[in-house]
């Protein structure tokens, strides 16, 4: 079982910066793939990046461009660059894991075994 811890929310204008952090318990962080969600009141949780353990990332049409995911095994953290913040990005952000293969990814948030307690995110413009 491992443990998510999320980090680097907060208050920001449109246009600024965020990067949000999620570090895993335990020893075994690289067998996971890794994913980044968001929800807002009243939604479904919906995917915004995710991370294979060989690297592979994928980003949905409203993060490509501004959005970086990336991972660094030796600290157990998944990242989340966030660079030209919109009005429409404010929700709280989870990250999430899954055991799968060096190729595999989550592809939505069902299928995520393990989650964090989520960071809010507040853009005003």
């Known amino acids: 079982q491992v443990q998510l811890v999320e980090s680097g929310g907060g208050s920001v204008q449109a246009g600024d910066s965020l990067r949000l952090s999620c570090t895993a318990s335990g020893r075994t962080f690289s067998r996971y793939a890794m994913g980044w969600f968001r929800q807002v009141p009243g939604k479904e949780r919906e995917i915004v990046a995710t991370?294979?353990?060989?690297?592979?990332?994928y980003y949905t049409d409203s993060a490509k461009g501004r959005f970086t995911i990336s991972r660094d095994n030796a600290k157990n953290t998944v990242y989340l660059q966030m660079n030209s913040l919109k009005p429409e990005d404010p929700a709280v952000y989870f990250c999430a894991a899954k055991i799968l293969s060096a190729y595999g990814a989550i592809s939505y948030f069902g299928e995520a075994d393990y989650w964090g307690q989520g960071t809010q995110v507040t853009v005003s413009s």
């Open positions: 991370i294979s353990r060989s690297g592979i990332t």
